[in-house]
């Protein structure tokens, strides 16, 4: 395989994406010497337009300069296509004389290079590599990304919460993830302890009630006189419904290009806001929608994150020498392995957070689900106990 490799990266841009594709990139440049190295510019777009980059031209401590940059450096795309547009994509990837194409993204990623599979017959290897803050992707413990949007989400709602001792009140902090919890979850990873926020976590996985809401808050409040909530963007009613459509009227509902629903505009916080002043009113109460500020936050590089992200890169190239797949990061019980699964594990599939990573009687993390964030976001900074 000495011949072409096209290198593209897919939905939301995060803190370590672009390790994965300079890892990809020197790890061709060591190993097929002689190889052409193209990153196709905004995903398959690049493709579809013959707008690339070649990245076997540029010097590596240039190309080290831009793995450790946030966001992602050859731009990205929400383009989701569809089997008329991957055979625009596969005529892109025949004019390029690709032999492999690694693309860096999530569940609609993966499913993208699953069509593509399907369609090319072998010809082309075509590699799914892992990319989200959801940490939404089967076969995976975590997904590049997760670690260091989740120190992010952690340092928040530890800030906000000695923030509310000093002076109590209602906090709301709504975070992303549209179907799995896992970055909601995140807040509580830093808690002092039993008395620490969030006390209140509310995830997709289960049925929010804007009543129930108001009565969790309001006992809250009783015990700790102050009461801090992680709300994910994604959750919703007992009748499936985005929360956002139970409270927001249909006319005023926003929706993106594929017709979902907008979760991250200013009507959930809204909505919230509206909820608490008038089920608690006279009650302080403040809501926030972190919004995109977690997933490419430079100040909260994991450098665990950092490496497995490059690593998923450099193993992407094998997945492309043994004919193509998705990059898994797996967890054997005392490290992470990297491991190829087929595409159809994981294209198309959302990995939903474990029910016993929640209390089953209340709103909040169990012992369970606190292992597991603790594993991958350890405390970071020491802080001593408020005396109020």
């Not at 020197?26 to 190993?31: A, C, D, K, M």
């Not at 080290?64 to 383009?79: E, V, W």
């Not at 926030?288 to 690593?311: H, N, T, W």
């Amino acid at each position: 395989m000495a011949g072409t490799f096209v290198i593209a990266q897919g939905g939301g841009p995060t803190a370590v994406i672009n390790q994965t594709v300079v890892g990809a990139a020197l790890e061709i440049r060591g190993r097929h010497p002689g190889a052409k190295v193209l990153g196709s510019l905004h995903g398959v777009r690049g493709i579809r337009d013959g707008n690339y980059v070649d990245l076997s031209a540029i010097p590596e401590d240039r190309l080290r300069l831009i793995a450790g940059t946030p966001s992602a450096a050859l731009g990205s795309t929400r383009d989701k296509p569809d089997a008329a547009y991957c055979e625009v994509i596969l005529k892109g990837l025949r004019k390029a004389g690709a032999d492999a194409f690694i693309y860096i993204g999530g569940n609609d990623t993966s499913g993208t290079q699953q069509i593509l599979t399907d369609a090319a017959g072998g010809k082309i290897a075509f590699v799914h590599a892992p990319k989200t803050i959801d940490n939404d992707l089967e076969e995976n413990d975590h997904t590049p990304g997760f670690m260091s949007a989740a120190e992010f989400v952690a340092g928040a709602f530890l800030s906000v919460d000695l923030d509310f001792r000093a002076l109590p009140g209602i906090y709301v902090g709504i975070v992303m993830g549209r179907h799995a919890g896992f970055l909601t979850a995140a807040s509580a990873a830093w808690q002092l302890d039993s008395d620490s926020g969030p006390h209140l976590v509310y995830v997709p996985e289960r049925p929010f009630s804007a009543a129930g809401f108001i009565d969790d808050v309001r006992a809250t409040l009783d015990r700790h006189k102050r009461c801090i909530v992680a709300v994910s963007e994604g959750v919703s009613t007992a009748d499936g419904k985005a929360l956002v459509e139970s409270l927001v009227p249909a006319d005023k509902l926003e929706r993106d290009q594929h017709g979902n629903v907008k979760l991250s505009g200013s009507d959930l916080p809204a909505a919230l806001e509206r909820a608490l002043a008038e089920g608690l009113p006279g009650k302080r109460a403040r809501v926030d929608a972190l919004g995109y500020m977690p997933r490419g936050y430079v100040g909260s590089i994991s450098a665990v994150d950092a490496q497995e992200a490059f690593d998923a890169g450099a193993f992407a190239v094998t997945v492309a020498e043994q004919g193509g797949g998705s990059v898994a990061l797996q967890y054997d019980g005392s490290k992470i392995v990297l491991k190829k699964v087929p595409l159809k594990n994981v294209a198309g599939k959302t990995r939903h957070m474990p029910d016993d990573f929640m209390k089953p009687d209340a709103n909040q993390l169990s012992e369970a689900g606190m292992a597991y964030l603790k594993r991958l976001v350890p405390e970071k900074y020491k802080v001593g106990k408020p005396f109020v």
